[in-house]
């Protein structure tokens, strides 16, 4: 859960700090440049993980997206230490938030796309015929997962090969599909989509009625790959 996410973060920099010196500072005593250095540390550590995976172990690289987590932990205490008097400022003050590089992932390739699918043919009948519909609407239409979630039923348009979808900022667009998603769409309709629960009108849910949460679903294209 997110404390236990927070706990972890400002565990690894107390850790941080016993390592560069026999003096433990107090929280008082902890400086905007030990704050800096800190992050520069797993920036480089970032850095030569990608130059050089093969003598990094994966425990042992900090993503850039891992590294703006551990600022956002620190900053949120500091600034609880502050609300709480322990401390008069915080010394993350001047500190920017570390930038997250966009990368472009690469396609799947014709191979892999057919590796996913067969994949998706081994799990029980509703669950294959759920996912391959999944698979091939996000292969398709290259939505997000959370588009493809929140996708109403009401909003895809299997006549025309077509859905409407909410994206950041509440825009709605459409995206369009063939005939190959078409068919396993209908088939997912038809054949394996529960009842829904109350209120529930998502496309995808689970087989309980209820909207797919997004974790589970990333442990399930986890599984497939």
């Known amino acids: 859960n997110t404390y236990r996410w927070y706990e972890m973060n400002l565990r690894h920099f107390h850790r941080w700090l016993e390592k560069r010196s026999d003096h433990m500072p107090h929280l008082e005593e902890i400086t905007a440049e030990d704050l ?18 093969e003598q990094h172990p994966k425990n042992r690289v900090r993503s850039h997206r891992t590294i703006r987590g551990y600022y956002a932990s620190l900053s949120a205490f500091f600034n609880w230490a502050v609300r709480e008097e322990i401390i008069e400022k915080t010394p993350m003050k001047n500190i920017p938030r570390p930038k997250v590089p966009r990368y472009i992932p690469d396609p799947f390739n014709e191979q892999e796309v057919r590796a996913l699918l067969t994949a998706c043919k081994h799990l029980t009948d509703r669950s294959s015929l759920r996912m391959t519909a999944m698979v091939l609407f996000l292969l ?7 588009e493809i979630l929140s996708l109403k039923h009401v909003d895809l348009d299997l006549e025309h090969g077509q859905a409407k979808v909410m994206g950041k900022g509440a825009k709605e667009r459409y995206v369009y599909f063939g005939r190959t998603t ?8 038809s054949l ?3 009842e829904p629960d109350i209120n529930v009108d998502t496309l995808f849910i689970g087989f309980d009625g209820r909207p797919i949460q997004k974790r589970h679903f990333e ?3 986890t599984r497939l790959g």
Do not use: C, Q
């Open 36 to 53: 800096r250095n800190y992050l520069s540390e797993l920036r480089n550590l970032v850095e030569m993980a990608e130059k050089h995976p």
């Open 140 to 146: 398709d239409t290259g939505v997000r997962i959370g």
């Open 182 to 189: 078409k068919r396993a769409l209908w088939r997912y309709i």
């Open 192 to 194: 394996a989509r529960p």
């Open 219 to 221: 442990h399930l294209i």
